[in-house]
């Protein structure tokens, strides 16, 4: 078959994004971190994201996040171009500290969650989701 | 929950009074030269739960030969753990002897004249035996079918996966899960499943537009057997849309979903199961790192990755249990399950020797009626082969190069492409190389030959990107497949590094120069998954090239080079 140049193109960016890969959360991912937290110290669990370990679709990824007790959640996707995805504020009134979305993945990445919770203070976690070529399944 | 230290305890003495696996007795009755059926099946029934698997037949309903793989890496935490140990290696951890029957089925080495002196293995008729065997020492064992069935041979793809329905619904199964069954298209897949005697089980085959579980596939069943509760659990393949052409079904999405596994397991406790079963299309590391997260599986039966293994693996309180592929296994575990818990097991993997093993006569009639309207084109001789053809192992088989060959000489190529998966069955030297070979290590509904330039850049991107589907150190980011098969190019592999820094030395065999990344090259390939590929059909492009050929000649395939094991 013939690729399509846009398809070879499209497929030669994913990949070309996952070699990019060792810098994990890239600064402008830490520029949005701190502009949510105000630059108070974020500690680690209570708050949970839900993603697939391999993204089916790389243009539309759903993921969900959950923090319990929490005023408000940010997703960032720290490989994408702009990597702030979302803020998700929680009234008194919330049923559930949780929400999901679908998201556009650059290529191979982190996906951050930071809430921010009830006392003011901030907890994070993180979850790897690949994005890839495909193919050879055994 | 108990413990594992008091789950152990209760093992170990329930081995210490019958035998861990039987597997020890069967080996040394083999390398007595005394093989027989009653050998083969013999198994001191135990508890009062009996399972039987089987797994990855990929449509093979008569005898083959398949010869186990010479390399099979782990990776991270995997490494030199099982089922990454293949050859000599493998006989000395279980205590096989060289030249044994054992050997033969279940490694690499000297296959072609231990081939010839224990023949073929599988066979449908012939697994009818066994399980009819194990069902008059229990009559309620759970048949249960861990997928890939309805794929891999001419019969198959000709009938939709027709053929093994009704073979299969002939065996009688109680359950089964999903991988290739979803290349037929999620129509065909409906039709079938809808008309299913047993559960079609899959707790994370989701709606991919809602996000949720389907009505189609159910998470789970439950049985009453020997007067326990029992839940089957089914898990499919992960990565069916990345590793598969997901437009063939884009209704389902799939991902591991070890949480909602965790709920699954919580549920069924909680409704009362008193023995947790996990049929699983995982592939043994993923099932391995599962069983490692999810709490309260008793045991999982792994697929997938085609794994055959004398003793199951204990991961916490969890058995995972590896039955092999091609119909050449049938795994019988007997649990002992009392006062809500499992207490013992006691496990037996079955090699179907199809030359000691009596044929089931209701199931070999029912195979060649199916195969009856196809019997002129299957049988049709293409060719003869010097040399033995095979496909598993982690890089190129002879099976992939003759391929490869064929698709650069047919297509007019400079470097080929063949996915490395691993089905098909081998062919020995001095065989007959009929259509219906070709198509057991061909034969899907994605088939076409595409012929394309790429950029060498593009070409080591391609490589890097399915070289860390097999080796990325952790299992859940690995998909099952082998590494993509090249022909034309040689490279060295560095399998410690990480993605984009593991292909080196990138080689254009026919005039040996580097690869230049700027420059375009004509690649042929196949199996592609995007839609809309063009090109005449793999198995017209081997045919044509073994037809040139008249004998085929496969030379030893040193291109590839690995490091960092």
Redesign the interface.
Known sequence: ???SRR??IA??LG??A??F??FRVEAAAEEVISAFTGGADVGEGGVTI?A??????GNTV?IGVAAPGAAAILIIATGNPVPNVATFNFGELAGAQSA?TRIRLAG?QDIVAVAKMADGSFVRTSA?V?V??????? | MISRRDFLQVSMATSALVGASGFGNWARLAAQQALTQDQLLDFDTFGNVSLIHITDIHAQLKPIYFREPSINLGIGDAKGQVPHVTGADFRRLYGIEDGSPSAYALTYSDFTSLAQTYGRVGGLDRVSTVINSIRADRPDALLLDGGDTWHGSYTCLKTAGQDMVNVMNGLKPDAMTFHWEFTLGSDRVAEIVEGLPFAALGQNIFDAEWDEPTELFKPYKFFERGGVKVAVIGQAFPYMPIANPGWMFPEYSFGIRDQNMQKMVDEVRGMGAELVVCLSHNGFDVDKKMAGRVSGIDVILAGHTHDALPEPVLVGTTHIIASGSNGKFVSRIDLDVRDGRMMGIKHKLIPVFSDVIAPDPVITKLIDDQRAPYKTELSEVIGQTDTLLYRRGNFNGTWDDLICDALISEREADIALSPGVRWGPSILPGQDITREDIFNVTSMTYGKAYRTEMTGEFIKIILEDVGDNLLNPDPYYQQGGDMVRTGGLGYRIDVSKPQGERITDLTLLKTGEKLDPAKTYMVAGWASVNEDTEGPQIWDVVEDHIRKQGTVTVAPNNSVEVIGT
């Open positions: 078959m013939e690729f398809e070879t497929l030669g990949a070309a996952l070699t890969m060792p839900t697939p370990e391999i993204a089916e679709n759903p999901s191979t790897a690949k890839t070529i495909g193919g050879c399944g055994g």
